[in-house]
T-cell receptor, first 115, second 117 residues
Framework: AQKITQTQPGMFVQEKEAVTLDCTYDTSDPSYGLFWYKQPSSGEMIFLIYQGSYDQQNATEGRYSLNFQKARKSANLVISASQLGDSAMYFCAMRVYTGGFKTIFGAGTRLFVKA | EPEVTQTPSHQVTQMGQEVILRCVPISNHLYFYWYRQILGQKVEFLVSFYNNEISEKSEIFDDQFSVERPDGSNFTLKIRSTKLEDSAMYFC???????????????FGDGTRLSIL
């Protein structure tokens, strides 16, 4: 069965410090995509970063990087130099193909950035 | 930047009534999706739609739900006879044509908050 697990319901980080949000996944499909989305209190879903199962290098997008450890089936999000505006819910998600594409989301981690 | 638009932003409906949620995907996108998020919970996949037919659906997407692309721009989700537990935020999303190795993300609309009384 396909599953995404985020074990940190809430995280605190000091402004300007780095923070790692954990994500593990489970799938038997060798081809999949991993995504991170940010959901601020206003409710919209904002795409942050993508990692493909065959990508050799870890993905980076500005202050966001994805620590992809395929053997461990983990795809942790690292946010460097945290800003107050980073306070939000963060969802890890996995896209799989099961005759059609679907994306499965984890339960999310709420990040609080302290001034 | 093009975006996915959803209307209305908030819909209040009596239990048992039909409701239609509307979405305009990004114009060159070919894959369309509906997700729901019950307050405080995770985002759940409902259905994906490609080439005018359902591509994949979840267990949640039962006979009460249907999707349609009535014209070249709109993509709708209909709930035939709403229940209290249908109260949630419903997100529409779209993506470009995907291959198995595509890195194209889904782009989400801002959601429609559905409240069933």
């Amino acid at each position: 069965a396909q599953k995404i697990t985020q074990t940190q319901p809430g995280m605190f980080v000091q402004e300007k410090e780095a923070v790692t949000l954990d994500c593990t996944y489970d799938t038997s499909d060798p081809s999949y995509g991993l995504f991170w989305y940010k959901q601020p209190s206003s409710g919209e879903m904002i795409f942050l970063i993508y990692q493909g199962s065959y990508d050799q290098q870890n993905a980076t997008e500005g202050r966001y990087s994805l620590n992809f450890q395929k053997a461990r089936k983990s795809a942790n999000l690292v946010i460097s130099a945290s800003q107050l505006g980073d306070s939000a819910m963060y969802f890890c998600a996995m896209r799989v193909y099961t005759g059609g594409f679907k994306t499965i989301f984890g339960a999310g981690t709420r990040l609080f950035v302290k001034a | 930047e093009p975006e996915v638009t959803q209307t209305p932003s908030h819909q209040v409906t009596q239990m048992g009534q039909e409701v239609i949620l509307r979405c305009v995907p990004i114009s060159n996108h070919l894959y369309f999706y509906w997700y729901r998020q019950i307050l405080g919970q995770k985002v759940e996949f409902l259905v994906s739609f490609y080439n005018n037919e359902i591509s994949e659906k979840s267990e949640i997407f039962d006979d009460q739900f249907s999707v349609e692309r009535p014209d070249g721009s709109n993509f709708t989700l209909k709930i035939r006879s709403t229940k209290l537990e249908d109260s949630a935020m419903y997100f529409c999303a779209s993506s470009e044509l995907l291959g198995r190795y595509s890195n194209q993300p889904q782009h989400f609309g801002d959601g429609t908050r559905l409240s069933i009384l």
